[in-house]
């Protein structure tokens, strides 16, 4: 089946970066773009970006552009999310998801910022 | 960019009841309108695509409907697995946006 497998919980002091990865797997990875998101404690979904492995394209939500990069391996089937400049309220939970539909999502990966 | 505005924030239901949940879009999305749902401590699941057709193994009690700015989720017989946050989404332009959610909760 279609799956979205994310690596582990994160702790950062602020100002330092953070990369999440986001493992595909049950279909051709190249054939839809990865999305990502994030939702802080009791929060909603904030849409962060959106990259195509198979052609390398991106697009980045306004409030991220600069401290936000997607890339992706397709050696590996796997997607990153790298943020940079951490800031307390960057403390989420960063999902990825497959497709504009987002289907299906990863199990969302914690990232805590905390001096 | 498009503005997606979920009513009412939250929704008390008896358990067989029906719900309706409600997203109006700042302008039109077409029928580019998804519907997720998500439980305490889990990633979010795609329930409804297109505004109205049902994602692969979700039950016919949910069903969407509407097109351009205003859309209907509606769950024909809560059962108790239903109750969870509901997030309405567009996809119709960049960037892609997120309604505040619904929380359908047991009354």
């Known amino acids: 089946q279609v799956q979205l497998v994310q690596s582990g919980a994160e702790v950062k002091k602020p100002g330092a970066s953070v990369k999440v990865s986001c493992k595909a797997s049950g279909y051709t990875f190249t054939d839809n773009d990865i999305n990502w998101a994030r939702q802080a404690t009791g929060q909603g979904l904030e849409w962060m970006g959106w990259m195509s492995p198979n052609s390398g394209n991106t697009g980045y939500a306004q409030k991220f552009q600069g401290r936000v990069t997607m890339t992706t391996n397709t050696s590996v089937n796997t997607a990153y999310m790298e943020l940079s400049s951490l800031k307390s309220e960057d403390t989420a939970v960063y999902y990825c998801?497959?497709?504009?539909?987002?289907?299906?999502w990863g199990q969302g990966t914690l990232v805590t910022v905390s001096s | 960019e498009v503005v997606m505005t979920q009513s009412p924030a939250t929704l008390s239901v008896s358990p067989g009841e029906r719900a309706t949940l409600s997203c109006r879009a700042s302008?039109?999305?077409?029928?580019?309108l998804a519907w997720h749902q998500q439980k305490p401590g889990q990633a979010p699941r795609l329930l409804i695509y297109?505004?109205?057709t049902r994602a692969t193994g979700i039950p016919a009690r949910f069903s969407g409907s509407g097109s351009g700015t205003e859309f209907t989720l509606t769950i024909s017989s809560l059962q108790s697995e239903d109750f969870a946050v509901y997030y309405c989404?567009?996809?119709?332009?960049?960037?892609?946006?997120f309604g505040g959610g619904t929380k359908v909760e047991i009354k």
């Open positions: 302008q039109s999305v077409s029928s580019n």
């Open positions: 989404q567009q996809y119709n332009n960049w960037p892609l946006t």
């Open positions: 297109g505004a109205s």
């Open positions: 998801a497959r497709g504009r539909l987002h289907h299906p």
